[in-house]
């Protein structure tokens, strides 16, 4: 499970409307959901023998093994925990309640035309957890983004020795205002630590962990850094290929927004931390063929009948 | 406390042949320290009150109040927890010990001709101290990091601009190794996901938090990124001005190794993780008029002796 999870970068979710960041695995018949609000860090680590266990408890008619409610459970919560960039649109009433230390998601669907209820029981993680999931990777995308400004400072200094050598040539420019100052690291760090930085407005509290970071986060966790494309053989397609395959397109198509400015990069955070439409008001019908009725209708329906054989 | 902590950075230290990240504040007779191997993270906390009780049953023939003695303190214990470019060496025999969640460094120094013992008695920190201290400024860090890789690839695309107007208007080259490929932000990172990071080894072990890292991670701790040049009120003298002189250095003396090759970035976390000299086999005599024994000698002193009053 820990290693499914590690292969998954954290995502800016809205849940029940509270901005999280999140990182949800969902294996076969059994998932590990970690949430962070930045402040702490919960998790719920869930078996076959404990979803059954507890989905008997919340749904007392259900008769079903886990994996034959398994397949909904993912449907409809695997869109609570993921980036709003996978356009993927839960159909449960998602609600979050906090109380002391524990966080719970709490999921309100319908399974063969009844109401299907379930809840993650998330408690605050060990620290380890937090650093093996947060601390650590990010250590390393500061040191991999560290050597990228290096890298491009390093191609400035190459870019105005060409530059040089066309002028002491005796080349002009055709358009003034293209020229460039030469390129000074000492000036540029200064600069960009008084000037930039204070603009950029960052604050601790943002929730901003766009696809770039994303993409960064995966590559150092995957601990095989040549080899992203190979799927982790422990975790299901499901979960795998939505973030996996996402991931690919920002690595290899990598967003154009390279010169963005200020106004830009200030719409990414509050994208990033608001800008997700809220699943908690949606109530979709599920797409099951007897799914007809509204949630209120069907939980008056008589208790006999019966759908799709999950419940009795 | 928590500003005064907040004010600092994390730095890498080698106490008592362990390698560690390190962050602590010592103020008017109270001290915060904060450890982590990256697996974990320590703290202790203790007020004036607490220090001179410890330092009673640690050291039974001291009876000076904790003022008269916590400069020496200081003075042996803030090199163990400081970065190895502040050139500080701790004059205290130093050891570390880790029995279940504690983490416990021994200090043994002479103070006034007669051995001075400390004990440093760290226990695991709350997820929500390492959210404050460790993933909320590295997720601004890297933020901070992004915008500025995506500040240079737009410097970049100005200078291929301005060198393609040289070339349109015919100008040439003088040394033909001078000329570079133009810069495409798809290719540069895609190369960089699949050639460089590999290349760099970045594990999630390393301990690398040199000395960039530490002013940006300071820029972004201290929420007033404009007015960096401040000290906050609240922080010793001693502890303060240590770190902030420093970081003043290395935001406006910014190291010049920005061209700098894989070998060195390499050497970097080289050193970061393991170079920095052990404190643990230091015996030097501490500079005080009356300490001229050896520790071993000074606890067969007859206990009457008195040296600067605060023994008896």
Chains 1, 2 share one sequence.
């Not at 979803?51 to 008997?56: E, F, H, N, P, Y």
């Not at 290899?252 to 800008?275: C, I």
């Not at 209708?297 to 009948?305: D, E, G, H, I, L």
Request: hydrophobic fraction near 35%; aromatic fraction near 6%.
């Amino acid at each position: 499970m820990e290693r499914g999870l590690f292969a998954l970068p954290w995502v800016p979710v809205n849940i029940g409307g509270s901005d999280l960041l999140a990182k949800a695995w969902f294996g076969d018949t059994q998932y590990r959901v970690l949430l962070s609000d930045l402040n702490t860090v919960w998790e719920e680590e869930m078996t076959t023998d404990d979803i059954q266990s507890r989905a008997q408890d919340l749904n007392k008619r259900l008769r079903a093994p886990t994996p034959a409610f398994f397949s909904h459970l993912c449907s409809v919560a695997q869109p609570c925990f993921s980036s709003e960039d996978d356009d993927q649109i839960s159909t449960a009433h998602v609600t979050l309640e906090q109380h002391g230390d524990n966080l719970t998601v709490k999921l309100k669907s319908e399974l063969a035309g009844l109401p299907f209820y379930w809840e993650f029981r998330c408690t605050t993680t060990p620290v380890g957890v937090v650093c093996r999931h947060l601390v650590r990777p990010l250590l390393a995308v500061s040191r991999v983004l560290q050597r990228q400004v290096e890298d491009l400072a390093a191609l400035l200094a190459r870019k105005d020795a060409e530059i040089q050598d066309y002028q002491e040539n005796g080349a002009v420019l055709s358009r003034a205002r293209l020229q460039t100052e030469p390129f000074e690291v000492h000036r540029y760090r200064e600069n960009f630590f008084t000037q930039i930085i204070p603009q950029m407005g960052v604050t601790l509290d943002s929730l901003g962990f766009d696809s770039d970071l994303q993409a960064l986060y995966m590559t150092v966790s995957s601990g095989k850094t040549g080899q992203k494309r190979k799927h982790s053989p422990d975790s299901s397609p499901a979960a795998e290929d939505n973030h996996v395959s996402e991931h690919h397109l920002h690595i290899t198509d990598v967003p154009t927004d390279v010169g963005s400015s200020l106004a830009s990069q200030e719409q990414n955070d509050v994208k990033a931390s608001s800008g997700r439409p809220q699943v908690a008001d949606r109530k979709q019908a599920v797409p099951l063929p007897s799914a007809a009725g509204s949630e209120e209708r069907s939980t008056s329906r008589p208790k006999k009948k019966k759908a799709v054989g999950l419940f009795r």
